[in-house]
């Protein structure tokens, strides 16, 4: 009997990985993680993790026994390197090829490389595995200022780690506004606390160049002829879903951006008895009919779990709205839907205390508490309303 296999070293393996069990599967499971370390979830790599507050097994959503005492067969180290879906193999570095009887692909994002002269200079760092954490926590702790590239959610949330850890920090960003999906007036909320904590912004800004004297990042050259005085520099500019095995199995994808595996509502690809999960994964929404990609950790811990149930014959469609979250020093965020549409604050923004909705004519597409806790239900309620929802029910939402 062929085994399940699932590619992939980070939640959505795991959460596939358990969810097979937990399920009533007790057949050959195999799981082919790139890195070497036991699967682990990546959002704490920007916080607590880097700050160290926390400890690497707080990563791990199995820990290595689980997997033992399972009967899984855990391959870390393993990079997956082929797909033939007509033999239903996959070939593996090491270890040759590996048959598989159903697969699930959690094979995630890899991230994108500044393009610039001086881009490979030491002090120059990533931030995607917890490899690249330590190296960049262990540069953390000299002295000497702190750039960071790139001013989303991963650039803000290292920037507030950096600064926490008493670096000076500034974050460069080629937008109007750091975090430029939530708008201007929403946007002005996290930069009022980053800017209350000393970190310096610049926006509408372009890195032409690193410098360096002695190859290490000394400068960073900006398109103004700025000159910020730089002794690591941090990248965060995004990332890019890795389906190459995907596409070179002939898997059908979706094109464009934000480019992803196509799967139905029980995240199967067109491919037989293979399924996509996580980054990845182009999943049909009910709620906005449309494909939707989302790179966050909870759309990893629900569509590994979903796969599970379909791989052992559910047949429920994926029906979980996006959500995320964020602390930025004493802000702490939590958001459900898509960040899309009028934005209608309710409680006080100034305050950093309040609830923002994103509103499409008369239905609400998402809502954010910002320091306001235990409403994300009833956010969501409001998103999934059939019928229109006014006005004035929003603003009053915090009383």
Request: glycine share 12%; charged share 30%.
């Amino acid at each position: 009997m062929d085994p399940i296999v699932v590619v992939g070293g980070g939640l959505a393996a795991a959460r596939a990985t358990e969810g097979l069990r937990h399920g009533g599967y007790d057949g050959p499971l195999v799981v082919v993680a790139g890195e070497s370390a036991v699967p682990y979830e990546r959002p704490p790599l920007s916080k607590e993790y880097l700050r160290g507050e926390a400890e690497k097994s707080d990563l791990r959503p199995l820990d290595a026994d689980w997997y033992a005492d399972q009967s899984v067969d855990l391959r870390t180290g393993t990079s997956a390197t082929g797909l033939d879906v007509g033999a239903r193999s996959i070939t593996t570095a090491p270890g040759g090829s590996q048959r598989y009887s159903r697969l699930i692909l959690a094979t995630g994002s890899r991230v994108r490389r500044l393009d610039v002269p001086g881009a490979e200079l030491d002090g120059v760092h990533y931030l995607r595995s917890v490899r690249d954490a330590d190296r960049l926590a262990e540069a953390l702790d000299d002295d000497g200022p702190v750039v960071v590239v790139g001013d989303g959610w991963i650039g803000m949330e290292v920037a507030a780690s950096a600064r926490q850890l008493g670096r000076d920090v500034a974050v460069v960003g080629r937008g109007p506004h750091p975090l430029a999906s939530l708008g201007d007036e929403v946007a002005r909320i996290f930069t009022g606390v980053h800017e209350d904590n000393g970190v310096r912004l610049l926006h509408g800004r372009t890195v032409m160049s690193l410098r360096s004297d002695d190859g290490r990042v000394r400068g960073v050259e900006l398109d103004d002829g700025t000159v910020l005085d730089a002794r690591t520099v941090v990248v965060g500019i995004g990332v890019t879903p890795e389906i190459g095995l995907a596409a070179e199995a002939g898997i059908d994808l979706v094109d464009g951006f934000g480019s992803g595996i196509a799967v139905d509502g029980t995240l199967r690809t067109s491919a037989p008895d293979v399924w996509a999960v996580g980054d990845i994964a182009a999943v049909p929404s009910r709620r906005y009919d449309r494909l939707l990609r989302i790179e966050h950790w909870a759309v990893a811990d629900e569509t590994g779990k979903h796969a599970a149930r379909s791989v052992l014959g559910s047949g429920e469609p994926y029906d979980v709205l996006p959500y995320f979250f964020s602390d930025q020093f004493d802000l702490g965020m939590e958001a459900k839907g898509l960040t899309e549409g009028e934005v209608v604050i309710s409680g006080s923004a100034e305050d950093r205390e309040c609830v923002v909705f994103w509103v499409d004519g008369e239905r609400v597409n998402g809502a954010m508490g910002v320091n306001v806790w235990d409403r994300m239900d009833d956010a969501e309620e409001l998103i999934r309303r059939d019928g229109p929802v006014d006005r004035r029910e929003l603003e009053r939402f915090v009383d």
